[in-house]
């Protein structure tokens, strides 16, 4: 890493990383707290037009003067099946009646704006910018790295990791299979689905550890200081925490999103593809069961053609037509204020490697 970058440690006093989470939830309010807090705060450009992640940009730069992070969808290949998506459109015919709308248009870009974000952070700069589904070029990450804006990339393998170092980033966000939300795979295979191929959190962290020279973030399940402090003392330098924040009051989520993590009718998690295409662990609703077996690996086609489903859905508040996006450990979810959940965070996080210390635990 150059000697004009900054550290991770130098980015954020506490190691706790409030996760970008695509489609609303992580908005300037909650991520401006955590970062007052000191944690990282984090947007999700995802989904946003160029100008709607700058608008973001500026209002949290009005709500913190403490570092914060953008995260970026990398672009996907547009090979998706034409004979697939139609099936899958006639499969949800039924939907769109029930919630009175349309299907959605699959015909989009799917770049998802990515040079469009980037000539904005380029132009002006924020203090560290992730990406998720794939990893950037060396010319991309050596611009970033000129503004001294800090670089993570998000893996969920060694070949990952080992790609994201070769190019040029400063860290790894190593996301295990707990993870809640899109799994961040360079690439989409499915004939991975249903092998229970991808690996757990702490398994991850410390092969990736030994595999490459890079600072690890580390993300799936993690709700709780004393998981903070277990994924530190494998050899991560930060826990990315996303579920945990989902509930707070500051969240964007949606409240049939939020009050679903602590219903007991939804009581598992699963991989699907039935909302956007692409691997996701959710809530296991009605409209999972119904329709995920059926979903093809068309990303981010789907998510464009159950877009408006979800949205009629979501203003119905009925929760068993939404994406409930949630990791394994939704359970010790906390109904707290983003910044009291910040300090319950921090101290237990202390009173942890307190205790391990005095076991002798690294």
């Known amino acids: 890493m150059s000697s004009l970058s900054p550290t991770l440690s130098e980015i954020a006093e506490h190691p706790i990383v409030q996760a970008p989470m695509a489609g609303g939830a992580s908005c300037p309010e909650l991520a401006g707290i955590v970062s007052e807090a000191g944690g990282l705060g984090f947007l999700a450009a995802g989904y946003k037009t160029p100008e709607a992640m700058y608008e973001d940009i500026k209002q949290l730069r009005g709500l913190t003067q403490r570092a914060f992070g953008v995260n970026l969808f990398m672009p996907q290949p547009d090979n998706a099946d034409s004979g697939s998506l139609e099936a899958y459109r006639a499969q949800l015919a039924g939907e ?13 870009a799917t770049d998802d704006a990515y040079d469009a974000k980037l000539a904005i952070l380029f132009d002006d700069p924020v203090p560290l910018v992730s990406f998720t589904f794939g990893c950037p070029t ?11 804006t800090y670089t993570v990339v998000t893996v969920t393998s060694v070949s990952e990791a080992q790609v994201a170092e070769w190019s040029g980033a ?12 899109h799994q961040g795979t360079h690439r989409d295979d499915p004939q991975a689905d249903g092998t229970g191929s991808g690996l757990g959190l702490l398994s991850l962290v410390t092969q990736v550890k030994e595999a490459v020279g890079l600072p690890v973030i580390a993300a799936g399940g993690v709700m709780r200081g004393k998981q903070i402090a277990a994924v530190l003392a494998a050899g991560a330098s930060a826990a990315q925490l996303g579920t945990a924040f989902l509930v707070c009051p500051e969240s964007g989520a949606h409240p049939a999103h939020k009050a679903a993590l602590t219903n007991p009718l939804f009581n598992r998690t699963e991989f699907t593809r039935a909302f956007s295409g692409r691997p996701a662990r959710a809530l296991v609703n009605r409209f999972l069961r119904e329709h995920g077996r059926y979903a093809p690996a068309a990303y981010p086609h789907v998510h464009h053609l159950t877009a408006e489903v979800r949205k009629a859905a979501a203003k119905a508040q009925d929760p068993q037509g939404m994406a409930l996006w949630a990791g394994q450990g939704y359970r010790l979810a906390r109904d707290l204020p983003a910044g009291q959940l910040m300090d319950v965070l921090i101290a ?10 005095k076991r002798g635990v690294a």
């Open 96 to 108: 769109a009646t029930w919630y009175e709308t349309e299907l959605g248009d699959t015909d989009h």
């Open 138 to 148: 060396r010319g991309v990450l050596d611009q970033f790295r000129k503004r001294r």
């Open 170 to 181: 400063d860290a790894v966000c190593v996301q295990g299979i707990e993870a809640g939300g």
């Open 348 to 357: 237990e996080l202390s009173v942890a490697r307190e205790s391990m210390a």
